[in-house]
């Protein structure tokens, strides 16, 4: 019978998951939120249907293992370093700023050293799965500003390693801090080595003779093992069960077996994750919440704005206009889910209270619950004010827009907005035609590196019509917008219309939705990545069945004028 209670529990988790899941995807919020609100519903705070919570945690522990070695299979860094300086250095000087701001912050509500310490641990981290998933709703990935959001939570991922580390050392009785810290990275980097030696010769020989039996079910069995076996193996050493998992998820991801892996692993950690999140609800403490709202508001209030000033003054302190810094402080202002582990890990070693520990939790939900407001309002406040004229003075007013164009005659040329991977290869074909062309951009990396070719270009917002002004846009030929940011990509297209009404623009489009507007505002041609990609394989499939080139853009032009079709009866 006992087996059948643990059983209907971990059913009723799931359902809530997935009920609680839907209602956060149905009023567009992160379906963590969705989960946590689940779990506390169905609590022993609150309605009381799962009784074994203990064995519920068990599991979301699980799922925090899993998570660690996924994150280590999926680890790249080469696109970590391809992001620049901004993402390492930004991201460590994030984090160290952060913590000690949180430091002193714990200190105020009642913390000791070592507490404050880890407290302000916990304020440094962001939510990855939050911000990344509302930069992907949003088709801002490949932004200025979601890049470097990207790049310093790869760092914050990182950074969560050392810091599980730290945790047992600091909380055990091993002769002060700095001989516990000592004798936690001894074990750390004796772990690393037994692992280094194991990832080069043992790893790759048992997944090769694995794969060698074709049968996904062992792969993906023999990658569990190898999972908890490390995970285990650290926990034995009195370290994080977490930091082992992560560390062979890292060993893995340097053989030929890590996208495998990866796959195979992926919805396993996906269900734990939910349960992770289930399991957090579960354990809050409702009536501590009601009790007390006035300290998790000021709490929660106080980490945002700590956040969003080190944030916005780091990324300003690199060089990055005023768009792009609003928008990075405003998404790293929440408190992350790894930071819900690294409280867990302190209440068990008995460094936070419950007390204390139900009030990180429920402000790190208020933080992760206001994210995506606050996204969408600094971005209509900037659509709004970006448009006023004495605003956009003020945008201009640090750096010489004009800077690299003055005493060029451009005429009948080009102007590419935004000098992504598009945009790039957009120039590369007009400069072998030797077509004159400028480029407006945002990353003032991006700018000094055209600089360093002596290639035109503005450094700004394609968005500001006083950037416009200085682009030549009465002589233009053509105006390409390549900004994978749909809100900017309408300003730019309305404000260079109305500085020239014939202008020709061709604009990338990221949602459908957007066609109609952009084609109702006299956008000349309107492309969509997604559905010329599809067009191209249909290309490639018709004439591989021997359909002539003439039949097969017969075909092209008919799909295309039928999905038109289909969007006016929409």
Not at 420 to 431: Q, S, V, Y
């Amino acid at each position: 019978m006992e087996g059948l209670d643990i059983g209907l529990d971990l059913l009723i988790v799931l359902v809530t998951a997935i009920a609680g899941g839907m209602l956060a995807r149905w009023l567009r919020l992160p379906v963590i939120l969705g989960y946590l609100a689940g779990g506390i519903a169905v609590g022993p705070f609150g309605l009381g249907l799962v009784h074994d919570s203990q064995t519920i945690e068990t599991l979301a522990n699980v799922g925090v293992v899993l998570l660690l070695f996924a994150i280590g299979l999926e680890l790249s860094l080469k696109e970590l370093f391809k992001l620049g300086k901004i993402s390492i250095l930004g991201g460590l000087a994030q984090i160290v700023i952060t913590a000690f701001a949180g430091f002193w912050l714990g200190k105020l509500v009642g913390l000791g050293n070592t507490g404050s310490i880890f407290f302000g641990f916990i304020v440094a981290l962001s939510s990855t799965m939050v911000v990344l998933k509302l930069l992907m709703e949003r088709g801002e990935t490949d932004t200025v500003h979601g890049r470097i959001m990207l790049g310093i939570l790869l760092v914050q991922d990182l950074s969560v390693v050392p810091m599980m580390v730290a945790i047992p050392a600091v909380a055990g009785e091993l002769g002060g801090l700095w001989a516990s810290l000592g004798i936690a990275l001894g074990k750390a980097v004796g772990f690393i080595v037994g692992m280094i030696v194991l990832g080069v010769w043992f790893m790759p020989w048992i997944l090769k003779r694995v794969a060698g039996q074709r049968s996904r079910e062992l792969f993906l069995l023999t990658v569990i093992v190898l999972c908890l076996a490390a995970a285990f193996g650290t926990y034995y050493m009195g370290l994080s069960a977490a930091f082992g998992a992560f560390a062979a998820g890292l060993l893995v991801s340097q053989s030929g077996y890590a996208r495998q892996a990866f796959a195979d692993i992926l919805p396993l950690r996906d269900t734990f994750a939910a349960l992770f999140f289930v399991a957090l609800g579960l354990v809050a403490d409702r009536n501590y919440i009601l009790n007390h709202l006035s300290t998790i508001g000021t709490v929660a209030a106080a980490v945002i704005l700590i956040k969003f000033v080190i944030c916005s003054g780091i990324t300003r302190f690199f060089g990055y206009g005023h768009k792009t810094v609003l928008m990075v402080g405003t998404g790293l202002i929440n408190i992350g889910e790894f930071s819900f582990i690294l409280a867990i890990m302190g209440k068990q070693a008995g460094i936070f209270s419950d007390n204390f520990y139900h009030l990180i939790v429920a402000a790190a939900i208020v933080t992760m619950f206001l994210t995506p407001f606050a996204m969408n309002l600094n971005s209509f406040l900037y659509r709004w004010l970006s448009q006023k004229p004495w605003f956009a003075r003020q945008l201009t007013g640090r750096i010489d827009p004009d800077l690299h164009i003055q005493g060029l005659e451009l005429s009948r040329h080009a102007v590419i907005c935004g000098y992504g991977d598009m945009g790039k290869r957009i120039a590369g074909a007009l400069e072998k035609q030797r077509f004159s062309y400028l480029v407006i951009d945002l990353d003032p990396t991006v700018i000094s590196e055209l600089r360093a070719h002596s290639i035109p270009c503005i450094y700004g917002d394609a968005s500001n019509p006083e950037i416009l002004a200085h682009a030549s846009l009465d002589k233009a030929r053509v105006l390409l917008c390549t900004i994978p940011d749909y809100v900017a990509e309408e300003l730019t297209a309305r404000n260079a219309l109305s500085i020239n009404p014939k202008l020709d623009i061709v604009a990338r489009v990221h949602r459908e939705r957007d066609v109609e507007l952009l084609k109702g505002m006299g956008v000349t041609e309107l492309v969509l990545p997604y559905f010329e990609g599809s067009l191209e394989m249909i290309r490639h499939t018709l004439h591989r069945f021997g359909m002539s080139s003439t039949d097969i853009q017969y075909v092209l032009n008919r799909l295309r004028e039928e999905r038109t079709v289909e969007k006016k009866g929409e």
